[in-house]
């Protein structure tokens, strides 16, 4: 497929779908943009498994750290890649070494490599580059308007409240 | 909706505004309320440090400023808003954000009163100095560049000399000199002209004037065109620097391509105190509805006015972008194909008294020192808003004693001209 355009669609099929994530280059920072994304994901209830091999065997926000995608113990339905583009091809390939294979792969902002998404795409694994899961999930659900930011989503559809007091789900469209 | 990209109208009505989640009001709810219960102490740390979208307190965050905030963003084509108590608020917000003490910005000469004088006192005395550079001439901001120079900052279409700036000639030199091209929309709006679509980078506006409508709400906001490498620059440290206000995160790195209205809030809103009343934000938000409607009517109706007064023999000059004899005529069809805006000056053959006449006897015009409302106003700017001006100052801020600015209503036009032509009589 075409990337750099993703229809809001296809986001929001992936992000309601898959439920374990794998967050590849995962930090244990509590100021890093990775560390945002997986207390975010893991607040909407995703099976978030962290992947740092620094940091392996150790918990961040309580989701136990693993040292590859090898190692983890269960299937992965979405890797999320937090490493530069040329790292992507080397994550592509051992995505394909799992078995199941994972559903979806998807870059951080400014991660993008065509060739490496051709490969996965060849395998029927779905792609999303240069976007963050947490900023598409807080766009689709509305969230990401309380700090002003443009969600670009007109709707007359009523947010999907999930428990407590400020939490958004992603309606079903 | 579908994924075609909605019309002007369309996210004019609807941006922002999804039916609330909490009881299905299709109406923006106001939420009168300072503050926000938290679900616990987690997601409080969270929402403290950033991690979490959500609303804390409405100094920082608000959803019915959030829905106008992101209603106007959308409006403009960038990426987030950041609204605030008033345009002047906005400006102050940009600033502070882009500038330490002892560094430069460069202006053009033809802006709003106020402005001319934010800049040259209450920012020189945060130590941001101001270096003025001729509207009409793009080259001369190139030449005011230097090593201290933070940003450029112009009017779409400049208060009230009737300037239309060649927004995509000064942002190609603010580009080339890796600083952001700040413009202020206020007089166009984004119907009549959207500046991140010509290369500004940040766009200010005051809500008070055409996205109101009304005249019964202050407020002001601050839009991220997103199109800016703070940190491929390096000169904005509140956007490129480990932030020790939040424990070393750095905010263009965390939040990407809308970090600069984000820096705006949490760095400056929350410290600069300058919030938007909720209530203000419902009242700009209902009055943007009807914004796309409104915009053709005082743009016909000014140019309508405009002709009148061009034809008058008490008239000695007209300045209006829309009039074909004005020089900038071809610049108002370049950017501003629409329509060049309800607001222009013109100048009477009796000078400052005979101002003082004219705005003494309308009757149906308001005498007032606003613009941009439904009603027809008017101000003599040499004894009111450049008042504080020295003479020379009003003369290169094109607010002469002779000088007259009218903001066109959307009346019947033949009111309008009636009410000129009694006082104009009279005066």
């Known amino acids: 497929m075409e990337h750099g355009q993703y229809s809001d669609a296809y986001i929001r099929d992936i992000l309601a779908n898959v439920k374990t994530v794998a967050v590849v280059g995962a930090s244990p920072k509590t100021i890093r943009p990775s560390y945002f994304l997986v207390k975010y994901l893991l607040s909407k209830g995703y099976d978030v498994v962290p992947v740092n091999p620094g940091h392996a065997g150790k918990e961040i926000c309580g989701a136990m750290t693993y040292a590859s995608l090898a190692d983890i113990d269960r299937p992965i339905d979405m890797v999320d890649v937090f490493r530069g583009s040329a790292a992507v091809p080397g994550v592509v390939e051992e995505c394909l070494k799992l078995d199941p294979l994972p559903k979806v792969i998807w870059t951080q902002l400014t991660v993008y490599n065509e060739e490496a998404a051709k490969l996965a795409e060849s395998h029927g694994i779905k792609v999303v580059m240069d976007r963050c899961p947490k900023i598409e999930y807080g766009r689709l659900c509305g969230e990401i308007g309380w700090v002003g930011v443009a969600s670009n989503v007109i709707t007359s559809k009523k947010p999907k409240l999930q428990d407590g007091y400020q939490r958004f789900g992603l309606n079903s469209q | 909706m579908s994924q075609k990209k909605p019309g002007f109208s369309t996210v004019a009505i609807h941006a922002g505004t999804a039916p609330d989640a909490a009881t299905g009001a299709r109406a923006m709810p106001i939420y009168q309320t300072t503050s926000f219960v938290f679900d616990d102490v987690d997601q409080a740390a969270s929402l403290f440090g950033l991690q979490a979208f959500g609303n804390i307190y409405t100094r920082i965050t608000n959803p019915t400023t959030a829905a106008l905030e992101e209603r106007i963003a959308t409006l403009e084509g960038g990426t987030a808003g950041l609204a605030v108590a008033s345009g002047h608020a906005a400006q102050l917000g940009v600033f502070h954000t882009l500038m330490q003490p002892g560094d430069e910005f460069i202006a053009a000469n033809k802006l709003y009163g106020g402005s001319i004088n934010q800049f040259n006192h209450a ?158 934000a419902f009242q700009i938000l209902t009055g943007c509805e009807t914004l796309p409607l409104r915009m053709p009517r005082h743009c016909e109706n000014a140019l309508q006015v405009a002709a009148y007064l061009e034809a008058h023999d008490k008239v000695a000059w007209v300045r209006y972008a829309g009039l074909e004899s004005s020089d900038n005529h071809a610049m108002a069809a370049r950017y501003l194909p629409k329509g060049a805006g309800a607001v222009f000056t013109f100048g009477l053959k009796g000078g400052y008294d005979a101002g003082v006449g004219l705005v003494s006897n309308v009757e149906l015009f308001s005498h007032l020192a606003n613009i941009g409302d439904t009603k027809s106003l008017i101000i003599h700017p040499a004894s009111t808003t450049h008042k504080q001006l020295t003479e020379e100052q009003r003369a290169t801020a094109g607010a002469g004693g002779d000088v007259i600015r009218l903001s066109i209503g959307i009346e019947d036009v033949e009111d309008i001209i009636a009410d000129l032509e009694q006082a104009l009589t009279r005066s």
């Open chain 2, 123 to 280: 920012f020189k005395s945060f130590g941001w100095n101001v270096v003025w550079a001729d509207a009409e001439n793009p080259a001369s901001f190139e030449a005011a560049i230097t090593e201290k120079t933070k940003a450029i900052f112009i009017e779409s279409l400049a208060n009230p000399g009737g300037i239309v700036m060649d927004i995509e000639a000064i942002a190609a030199i603010a580009q080339k000199a890796n600083i952001p091209l700040i413009v202020d929309n206020t007089m166009a709006s984004p119907y009549l002209c959207r500046p991140i679509e010509h290369g500004a980078n940040i766009v200010v506006q005051s809500l008070t004037k055409f996205i109101g409508g009304h005249g019964n709400s202050m407020g002001g906001v601050i839009v991220d065109g997103g199109n800016f490498d703070w940190i491929g620059s390096g000169k904005y440290p509140l956007l490129s620097e480990p932030r020790p206000e939040y424990d070393g995160l750095v905010i263009h790195e965390t939040f990407g391509n809308f970090g600069f209205a984000i820096a705006c809030r949490v760095l400056g809103l929350r410290d600069l105190g300058a919030a938007l009343s909720p209530f203000n």
